[in-house]
Nanobody
């Protein structure tokens, strides 16, 4: 089993920045892709970003492209999401996810999920 614990969420003003972290533990030896999704109230879970084991393959959702940056530190089993130029529409619960497969942008492609961390952007 794999455990994912997100941190770094909070309240920020429009235009501000936050850095989310996701610590991965347990049977991590076969985890290849790490991803971030988000879910706003009343909406479906939305893909934000994903990164392969080596960092050589990175995908971003259209709504965050150019503002968010995903990275990973394999020595620490941690993935990060640097979020800049935050807007009120970025308000959501952000979930970390792990997959044994190559990076994909749909929720069904991920095997393990964290509990989520709330990000609120005030206008």
């Amino acid at each position: 089993q794999v455990q994912l614990v997100e941190s770094g969420g909070g309240l920020v003003q429009t235009g501000g920045s936050l850095r989310l972290s996701c610590a991965c533990s347990g049977r991590t030896f076969n985890i290849y892709t790490m991803g971030w999704f988000r879910q706003a109230p009343g909406k479906e879970r939305e893909f934000a970003a994903a990164i392969s084991w080596s960092g050589g393959v990175i995908y971003y959702g259209d709504s965050v492209k150019g503002r968010f940056t995903i990275s990973r530190d394999n020595a620490k089993n941690t993935v990060y999401l640097q979020m800049n130029s935050l807007q009120p529409e970025d308000t959501a619960v952000y979930y970390c996810a792990a997959s044994r497969r190559s990076p994909v942008f749909y929720t069904g492609g991920y095997d393990f999920w964290g509990q989520g961390t709330q990000v609120t952007v005030s206008s």
